[in-house]
């Protein structure tokens, strides 16, 4: 069971899973203070200024929330503040235990916080790593995605559609592969909806884009659309409705 926690202080607003972790301040989240202590583990670049962190309660994400786009330029990692509850990383973090609550493969919360600046924020979450696992988007690197890995992810993402689930991003890199199974990770701006066709149809084009856009199409030739994304789509489909 997970047992929330708020702790306020002068590095800003800490919600964390005391259950996990008894007591986490600010320098959780910053990556130099894990440095120091060596247990900096990798910090891969990219938007999402990830750092892999070997802590006490176990190898967990360091995630730090950034803007993408255009708008990046003129706000960075800032966000407008309406109110605790609303920050990206207690509402991250809050869907996150409501998914582990309901069996869904999820990377458990550890911590999340954000920070006042005047009327804006910055924030920062920390996840439990799922051990040994690679990216969808590695595996079609790598050859390994095939008819089989689609069905997979196909019973995947419809596990998450029948509770309602809506991923904002739904992409190959956000999903996660190891011996124990399949996960869905980065539920930033996700949320619970009513169930409904369109959402679900957009969430499933949204992954196929991004298979097409990493070389699936290219790879496969027409077997990508002949056999993977209808056996993606075929299992999907019986799964949602079992």
């Not at 891969?44 to 200024?49: H, I, N």
């Not at 109110?83 to 809050?94: K, N, V």
């Not at 169930?195 to 992954?207: K, Q």
């Not at 027409?222 to 299992?235: G, K, R, S, V």
Request: include cysteine; proline fraction near 5%.
């Amino acid at each position: 069971m997970t047992e929330q926690r708020v702790e306020e202080g002068a590095g800003g607003t800490i919600l964390f899973d005391a259950a996990r972790i008894p007591q986490v301040d600010a320098d959780w989240f910053s990556p130099q203070y894990w440095r120091e202590r060596d247990a900096l583990r990798s910090q891969p670049g990219g938007r999402g200024g990830v750092a892999i962190i070997d802590t006490p309660a176990g190898e967990a994400v360091l995630r730090h929330y950034r803007r993408g786009g255009m708008v990046a330029r003129l706000l960075g990692d800032r966000y407008l503040f309406t109110g605790a509850r609303r920050t990206r990383s207690a509402r991250e973090f809050r869907l996150l235990v409501e998914l582990c609550r309901r069996g869904l493969p999820v990377p458990p919360p550890l911590a999340s916080r954000f920070v006042r600046h005047g009327m804006r924020y910055s924030a920062d979450l920390i996840t439990a790593r799922i051990p040994d696992a690679a990216t969808l988007a590695e595996r079609l690197a790598d050859g390994a995605f095939n008819a089989a890995l689609a069905r997979r992810v196909g019973e995947l993402v419809a596990r998450f559609h029948r509770e309602g689930a809506w991923h904002a991003d739904l992409n190959a890199h956000n999903v996660l592969v190891n011996d124990s199974g399949l996960y869905l990770i980065d539920f930033d701006r996700g949320r619970l909806r009513t169930p409904a066709a369109r959402w679900r149809h957009a969430n499933l084009a949204r992954l196929k884009r991004s298979l097409i856009k990493l070389g699936a199409r290219d790879a496969a030739g027409d077997t990508f659309d002949a056999e993977w994304w209808p056996a993606l789509m075929e299992q999907y489909e019986r799964s949602l409705h079992a």
